[in-house]
């Protein structure tokens, strides 16, 4: 009789070679990571971990996919804010805090750096880059249409600008030792709310 699979337990299972995969990428990068590597820190077999993912490029774009999930719940909360400015504030304070662990910001730099050179992994984060930028652009534009963001803004080219403000947070939290996401924050917030609400 054929065994049958537990989905639950084959998630939760899937998730922790995403971890240890991800902490092989962060100490020695993509490239210097070998798949026997990552077998070693998921603490299984090269064949059971094929039965999961069948190369990097695989589990890179399980990482994309992941990365996909958390901005749609970003965008999810942020269009159901009754403050677009507010609401923008938000999702750049939670992307700030969450570079306040410079591992952070270290796999993306490198998933990144994998995705310029490699069209297969580029695929999934291109992706996310769109559906991003295209929800704080509707945010922009509802906001601009309720008056509560200025209407002179170009939208598309402002998310742009926000959206390069986190990338750059993110480089931060890798090159400088005393990047303190939280000492940021005050300053983070008068600028957002200066750059979008229209002047008096």
Do not use: W
Request: overall charge negative; proline content about 6%; aromatic content about 4%.
């Amino acid at each position: 009789m054929a065994r049958t699979r537990d989905p639950a337990r084959f998630e939760a299972r899937r998730g922790e070679i995403l971890e240890a995969a991800a902490g092989c990428f962060i100490r020695r990068g993509f490239h210097q990571t070998g798949m026997q590597e990552i077998c070693a820190a998921a603490g299984m077999s090269p064949g059971a971990l094929y039965r999961y993912f069948d190369s990097k490029e695989s589990i890179i774009e399980a990482i994309a996919e992941a990365e996909q999930r958390e901005n749609a719940t970003l965008l999810a909360d942020l269009a159901e804010s009754p403050d677009p400015v507010a609401g923008l504030e938000a999702v750049v304070e939670a992307v700030l805090l969450a570079y306040a662990d410079p591992d952070e910001g270290r796999l993306a730099v490198e998933v990144l750096a994998e995705a310029a050179r490699n069209p297969r992994v580029a695929e999934g984060f291109l992706r996310n880059a769109a559906e991003l930028k295209a929800g704080v652009v509707a945010v922009l534009e509802a906001g601009q249409a309720e008056g509560a963001i200025d209407p002179g803004l170009a939208a598309a080219p402002a998310a742009e600008v926000l959206i390069a403000l986190l990338d750059g947070l993110c480089g931060r939290s890798i090159l400088d030792p005393e990047h303190d996401p939280h000492a940021l924050l005050p300053t983070l917030r008068i600028l957002i709310r200066r750059f979008l609400t229209a002047p008096a």
